[in-house]
């Protein structure tokens, strides 16, 4: 007997362009997008997002001979992955329309999703940065210019920039106001004092970060290396031992007498570092509904390709209602993120932050069970994908800061409420029926039902915009199952009535 003869198995899912994605390309459809698909669905790209975090940063506090060094050494790939990211402008803040950088973004994290950390803050710093205009004169070319120019150097004498952002501490967390860092005027800046919990990318060459002024709470930017060439006081405690998203460095540093420059007003911190959170909780949203795509897409090719009592998978009709729930999640998670590319509705990307970010994990855990005990394999790249859903659920305000956030803004904010309403009423007598529930809760707001309220705001929108822009199936089946009841708890559940057909066809249409 043949004992070692290989059968059955699924070949590897790649040749392919990641961007063919048909609720993708209703809002971006160019050679560049394609350009970048074709290298994300290739094997060397794939091989080298494998390789970062195979081969995780190392942190080198000092050299041979004892010299303090802070420098983090990484994988070539992980250079590699950014290359491609700033080359192609996926870091470069543009005005007005963010829709072709998000769409670029969202085919390049199905790659390797680690180095989108930095390549989203460095975007992010950028309209923060611009509250101080002599800043942002200076720093604003270099974080834009398509340059990846890695190594310790004084930042203006650099072709190219990349941000990190400093702000939580062991003590508070989220809760930025009780930060402890201190920050002591002197002749040309300040020099900061203090312990960073979380410190982002912490190779990068500009750190924007919060500490306490004489006026109270400030934003500063501190530089890696002075102009003079020597190291800022900026030294490297340890790396973070994270669940997910190895192939990044994320460290706990601290600051000792580190200078600094002030971006914005004393006193006004939270509010001008706020443009920076706004930015990346975006990236967050496009990096969950990239993680969806690619679960989806893995689940599919491997039921496309693997028997079971003789059938395909993709043919028989229990894995053809995960598959099809599986897409309407993802497309639902990929239009609504396109659309707040387009629009930057304040509410609507609050509301989506905490509920597509939320509903990551649960997709990427049913995608992985489509391939069986395959998928609970390392090869299989699923339980890297697993392990990295959780991150954008928690970075830039996890469940309840973003639930309680969304409650705050219809408060404080009428207007966002009446664009949020004028969004999502009069495309569907369900979603209508939805929103006349929805009323009282939003005027009687009561935080304990913060995320019943948040996520059927979610649910609404999500469904208003599956009718304007989506497939009418996908619409369908989303309104009758998420907003009409017809549905299970677990992904699978969805009605009969179902077009399983045209669904589970335009999400991957090479099956």
């Given at each position: 007997?043949?004992?070692?003869?290989?059968?059955?198995?699924?070949?590897?899912?790649?040749?392919?362009?990641?961007?063919?994605?048909?609720?993708?390309?209703?809002?971006?459809?160019?050679?560049?997008?394609?350009?970048?698909?074709?290298?994300?669905?290739?094997?060397?790209?794939?091989?080298?997002?494998?390789?970062?975090?195979?081969?995780?940063?190392?942190?080198?506090?000092?050299?041979?001979?004892?010299?303090?060094?802070?420098?983090?050494?990484?994988?070539?790939?992980?250079?590699?992955?950014?290359?491609?990211?700033?080359?192609?402008?996926?870091?470069?803040?543009?005005?007005?329309?963010?829709?072709?950088?998000?769409?670029?973004?969202?085919?390049?994290?199905?790659?390797?999703?680690?180095?989108?950390?930095?390549?989203?803050?460095?975007?992010?710093?950028?309209?923060?940065?611009?509250?101080?205009?002599?800043?942002?004169?200076?720093?604003?070319?270099?974080?834009?210019?398509?340059?990846?120019?890695?190594?310790?150097?004084?930042?203006?004498?650099?072709?190219?920039?990349?941000?990190?952002?400093?702000?939580?501490?062991?003590?508070?967390?989220?809760?930025?106001?009780?930060?402890?860092?201190?920050?002591?005027?002197?002749?040309?800046?300040?020099?900061?004092?203090?312990?960073?919990?979380?410190?982002?990318?912490?190779?990068?060459?500009?750190?924007?970060?919060?500490?306490?002024?004489?006026?109270?709470?400030?934003?500063?930017?501190?530089?890696?290396?002075?102009?003079?060439?020597?190291?800022?006081?900026?030294?490297?405690?340890?790396?973070?031992?994270?669940?997910?998203?190895?192939?990044?460095?994320?460290?706990?540093?601290?600051?000792?007498?580190?200078?600094?420059?002030?971006?914005?007003?004393?006193?006004?911190?939270?509010?001008?570092?706020?443009?920076?959170?706004?930015?990346?909780?975006?990236?967050?949203?496009?990096?969950?509904?990239?993680?969806?795509?690619?679960?989806?897409?893995?689940?599919?090719?491997?039921?496309?390709?693997?028997?079971?009592?003789?059938?395909?998978?993709?043919?028989?009709?229990?894995?053809?209602?995960?598959?099809?729930?599986?897409?309407?999640e993802s497309e639902a998670a990929t239009t609504t993120a396109m659309w707040l590319a387009r629009h930057r509705s304040r509410l609507g990307l609050a509301v989506t932050k905490y509920w597509v970010c939320k509903r990551g994990p649960a997709h990427a855990a049913e995608a992985l069970e489509c391939l069986g005990g395959n998928g609970?394999?390392e090869d299989s790249g699923m339980p890297r994908l697993l392990r990295e859903s959780p991150l954008m659920s928690i970075w830039e305000g996890s469940g309840n800061v973003a639930a309680l956030d969304v409650l705050r803004a219809v408060q404080r904010e009428p207007e966002s409420v009446r664009e949020f309403l004028d969004t999502v009423?009069?495309?569907?007598?369900?979603?209508?029926?939805?929103?006349?529930?929805?009323?009282?809760?939003?005027?009687?707001?009561?935080?304990?039902?913060?995320?019943?309220?948040?996520?059927?705001?979610?649910?609404?929108?999500?469904?208003?915009?599956?009718?304007?822009?989506?497939?009418?199936?996908?619409?369908?089946?989303?309104?009758?199952?998420?907003?009409?009841?017809?549905?299970?708890?677990?992904?699978?559940?969805?009605?009969?009535?179902?077009?399983?057909?045209?669904?589970?066809?335009?999400?991957?249409?090479?099956?």
């Open positions: 007997m043949a004992t070692h003869e290989v059968t059955n198995q699924v070949p590897p899912l790649s040749g392919h362009d990641v961007a063919d994605d048909p609720a993708l390309l209703t809002w971006v459809d160019n050679a560049e997008l394609h350009e970048l698909g074709r290298l994300a669905g290739s094997h060397e790209w794939q091989e080298r997002g494998r390789l970062a975090n195979a081969y995780p940063p190392v942190l080198h506090t000092h050299d041979r001979y004892g010299n303090r060094i802070d420098e983090v050494e990484f994988h070539p790939a992980w250079h590699e992955l950014m290359n491609v990211a700033v080359s192609h402008g996926l870091h470069a803040y543009v005005d007005g329309e963010h829709l072709e950088r998000a769409a670029k973004f969202y085919v390049w994290s199905q790659v390797e999703a680690g180095h989108g950390c930095p390549i989203s803050m460095t975007c992010a710093a950028v309209p923060a940065l611009r509250v101080s205009p002599e800043l942002a004169a200076t720093h604003e070319p270099l974080l834009t210019a398509r340059t990846y120019d890695f190594g310790l150097r004084a930042p203006l004498t650099k072709s190219g920039l990349i941000a990190g952002m400093s702000m939580t501490e062991k003590q508070g967390g989220s809760d930025v106001r009780t930060n402890t860092t201190v920050a002591r005027p002197v002749a040309d800046g300040y020099v900061l004092t203090g312990h960073k919990w979380f410190t982002s990318a912490p190779m990068s060459d500009v750190f924007l970060t919060l500490a306490q002024a004489p006026g109270g709470l400030t934003c500063f930017l501190v530089p890696r290396v002075l102009p003079d060439g020597t190291r800022n006081r900026f030294f490297l405690q340890r790396l973070k031992d994270k669940l997910g998203n190895r192939s990044n460095a994320s460290a706990e540093i601290e600051y000792d007498e580190a200078f600094a420059h002030r971006v914005g007003d004393e006193g006004r911190g939270v509010r001008t570092i706020i443009e920076m959170v706004n930015s990346t909780r975006l990236d967050c949203v496009l990096g969950t509904a990239a993680g969806m795509r690619l679960g989806l897409r893995q689940a599919a090719h491997h039921a496309a390709h693997r028997t079971a009592f003789g059938a395909r998978l993709v043919d028989q009709p229990a894995m053809r209602n995960v598959l099809a729930d599986l897409a309407i609970y394999i009423t009069g495309v569907d007598r369900r979603i209508d029926d939805a929103v006349a529930v929805l009323g009282p809760a939003l005027s009687d707001v009561d935080e304990s039902q913060a995320r019943r309220v948040v996520e059927r705001m979610a649910l609404v929108l999500q469904g208003a915009l599956l009718v304007r822009h989506g497939h009418p199936a996908v619409a369908e089946a989303f309104l009758r199952s998420r907003l009409g009841g017809d549905w299970g708890v677990a992904f699978g559940t969805l009605p009969r009535s179902t077009d399983f057909a045209t669904i589970i066809e335009r999400a991957v249409p090479q099956l």
